[in-house]
C-alpha cells in the first residue's frame, strides 16, 4: 500500500492509543490492594467502652451517713468482631474495670476516696492542709465505708453505624502484671483468676449478620519487615478537641512493619512493630497486607512515669491467642456472613473499576447492615467514579466516530484516485482509429473535425500524404504543451506514425 493511503490509518491508531484509560486514581497496584484490604476489614473494628459506675454509703465521723455518687470510671478500647452473630476480641485490660469491679482494689480505693471528698471535704476544709489529707485518708480507710459501696457497670460495644450494644464477657485473661509474675489469686465472685495473664477477651453481643475480620489461621508465617496495619480508636483521636463527635466512630489506621519476636516477662510469644499504637488501640486489630489479623495490640512503650508514648516500640498479641481463647468457648472464627459478601463484593468491584456492579453491591450491603462509614464513603466514590467513566466514554465515542468519519473520507478520496488513475492506464493505446476515408468524408460533411499532423519529421519529409488543413505538432517535445479549442460536438483526429 502506498505510504498516503497509510498516513490516516497510522494518525488513527496514534490517537486512539492516547485516549486515556479509566484506572481508578493513579494508584500503584501495591497502593491499591493495601486500600481494599483496609476497606474490607474496618467495618467489622468496633469501639468498646468501659463504664463502673459507684454508690457510696459514707461516714464523716459522728454526723449522718451519707450516700455520695462519684464520678463515673470510663474508658474505652478497640475490639473487632470475629463471627458474625456478635462475637468480638479485645484485650482483657480493656474490660478489666466492668468485669471485676470489687475486686479491683485500685478503683475501689478511687472511688471512696472520691466520695470521702465529696461528702467530708467541707467538713475539714479549715484543717491544716497535713491535718485534712490525713484526716480525709482515715475516712477512705475505714473499713464500713469501703463495705458500704455498691458498684454498677456498663460494658458497651460501638459499631461505626451507631448502633450500640450492651457487651457480656464470655471468656477472660487480664492483662500482664510484672508485680505479679504468674501467680493465682481467689476473687470473691469469679473463682481462681490469672494475676498476669494474655490480656484477651472475647465477648457477646446480641446482633447477628455483622461485618468480620478474617483470622490468619496463626502468626508464625510473619517475617521481620513485613508491612503491617493497625485499626482501632486511639483516644488521642477520639477526645480531640479539634474533631467532631460524629466522625468518632470512623477508625483509624496506622502502618508499619514487623520489627521483631520478642517473648514477655511470662514467657510468651509477643510480635514488635513500629505501626503506631497508644492508648485507645489497646484491643484492636493488627493486620498483614492481605487483610488477615495477624494480631492484637496490647503494650506500648512509655517514659519512666508512663504518662507518655515512645512510638515505634509498640506490641501485639499472636492471633492464636484469639484461636486459643475462642476454642474454650466452642466458638470457630468465621466471615460466612450476607453482609461480609456483599461488601467483599463490592470492595473487589470498585478496585476493578466495576462501578455499576459496586454501586448494586453497595446497596446490598447498606440494606443489610444500614449506616457503615465505609459503605457510604465508597458508595458515594463509586457514583461519582461511574457519572464520570459515563461521560468519559460518551467523549470517547465522540471522538472516535470523528476520527472513523474522517479516515472515511481520506479513504474515499485514495479509493476514487485509485479507480481514476486505473482507468486512464487502462484506456492508454484502445484510442479508436479510423481510415483516411472516413476523414474526409466528416471534413466534407462539415462536422467539427480538428486534425493534427503529429508525424515525426522524417516521415513527413519522405511521405507522399500531406494533410491540408492540419495542425503541425512536430513530435513529443511540443505535443506536451499542446493546446486545442474543440467545439462541444467536435472532435480531434490525430495522424501520426
Known amino acids: 500500500m502506498a ?7 497510522l494518525l488513527l491508531v ?4 492516547a485516549l486515556p484509560a479509566w484506572a481508578g486514581s493513579g494508584r500503584g497496584a501495591g497502593d491499591a490492594e493495601l486500600e481494599a484490604s483496609i476497606l474490607l476489614v474496618r467495618p467489622a473494628v468496633v469501639l468498646i467502652s468501659s463504664q463502673v459506675n459507684a454508690e457510696v454509703t459514707i461516714r464523716c465521723g459522728a454526723g449522718p451517713v451519707q450516700v455520695v455518687r462519684p464520678d463515673p470510671y470510663y474508658e474505652t478500647g478497640s475490639g473487632f468482631v470475629v463471627h458474625p452473630d456478635g462475637y468480638v476480641a479485645t484485650n482483657g485490660h480493656v474490660v478489666a474495670a466492668s468485669y471485676r469491679k470489687k475486686n479491683d482494689p485500685t478503683l475501689v480505693d478511687g472511688f471512696v476516696q472520691a466520695a470521702a471528698q465529696k461528702a467530708c471535704g467541707p467538713g475539714v476544709a479549715m484543717l491544716p492542709d497535713g491535718v485534712r489529707k490525713a484526716r480525709l485518708a482515715a475516712i477512705a480507710a475505714d473499713p464500713r465505708n469501703r463495705q458500704g459501696i455498691r458498684l454498677t457497670a456498663e460494658l458497651q460495644v460501638h459499631l461505626s453505624n451507631g448502633q450500640i450494644y450492651p457487651a457480656q464477657v464470655l471468656v477472660y485473661s487480664p492483662a500482664i502484671n510484672p508485680d505479679a509474675g504468674s501467680k493465682q489469686t481467689a476473687s470473691q465472685d469469679m473463682g481462681p483468676m490469672e494475676r498476669s495473664g494474655k490480656d484477651i477477651a472475647l465477648l457477646k453481643i446480641a446482633a447477628t449478620g455483622l461485618p468480620v475480620v478474617p483470622l490468619a489461621p496463626n502468626s508464625l508465617g510473619l517475617l521481620v519487615g513485613e508491612p503491617l496495619f493497625v485499626i482501632g480508636y486511639p483516644g488521642v483521636v477520639l477526645n480531640h478537641d479539634f474533631l467532631s463527635k460524629q466522625s468518632a466512630l470512623d ?3 496506622t502502618v508499619g512493619r514487623v520489627s521483631g519476636f520478642k517473648t514477655d516477662i511470662t514467657n510468651r510469644r509477643v510480635i514488635q512493630t513500629d505501626a503506631a499504637i497508644t492508648w485507645g488501640n489497646s484491643g484492636g486489630p493488627a493486620f498483614n497486607a492481605h487483610g488477615e489479623a495477624v494480631g492484637v495490640a496490647t503494650f506500648i512503650s512509655t517514659t519512666l512515669e508512663g504518662d507518655q508514648s515512645i512510638q515505634g516500640f509498640n ?3 499472636p492471633v492464636e491467642t484469639v484461636h486459643e481463647f475462642a476454642n474454650k468457648i466452642g466458638l470457630a472464627p468465621s466471615t460466612d456472613s450476607p453482609f461480609a459478601a456483599a461488601w467483599a ?3 473487589h ?3 476493578r473499576g466495576d462501578y455499576a456492579r459496586t454501586i448494586q453491591d453497595l446497596e446490598a450491603s447498606e440494606r443489610l447492615q444500614p449506616g457503615f462509614v465505609d459503605v457510604g464513603r465508597l458508595g458515594a466514590e463509586a457514583r461519582m467514579r461511574a457519572q464520570s467513566a459515563s ?6 465515542l465522540w471522538l472516535g466516530a470523528g476520527l472513523m468519519s474522517s479516515l472515511g473520507l ?3 478520496f485514495v479509493a476514487v484516485r485509485h479507480v481514476v488513475r486505473y482507468r486512464l492506464q487502462r484506456l492508454r493505446g484502445v484510442v479508436p482509429r479510423i481510415d483516411p476515408g472516413d476523414v474526409r468524408s466528416r471534413m466534407e460533411a462539415g462536422t467539427g473535425v480538428t486534425l493534427i499532423d503529429a508525424r515525426k519529421e522524417a516521415d513527413l519529409a519522405t511521405s507522399p500524404v500531406q494533410v491540408a488543413g492540419a495542425l503541425r505538432v512536430d513530435g513529443q517535445a511540443n505535443l506536451d504543451a499542446l493546446k486545442v479549442r474543440v467545439a462541444p460536438d467536435g472532435e480531434v483526429i490525430a495522424y501520426c506514425t
Do not use: K
Not at 505510504?3 to 490509518?9: A, K, Q, T, V
Not at 461521560?391 to 470517547?396: A, C, I
Open 251 to 253: 477508625a483509624s489506621v
Open 14 to 17: 496514534a490517537l486512539f492509543s
Open 345 to 347: 463484593r463490592a470492595v
Open 410 to 412: 481520506v479513504l474515499l
Open 315 to 317: 506490641f501485639l498479641i
Open 391 to 396: 461521560g468519559s466514554s460518551r467523549f470517547h
Open 349 to 351: 468491584g470498585f478496585f
Open 3 to 9: 505510504l498516503g493511503s497509510r498516513g490516516p490509518m
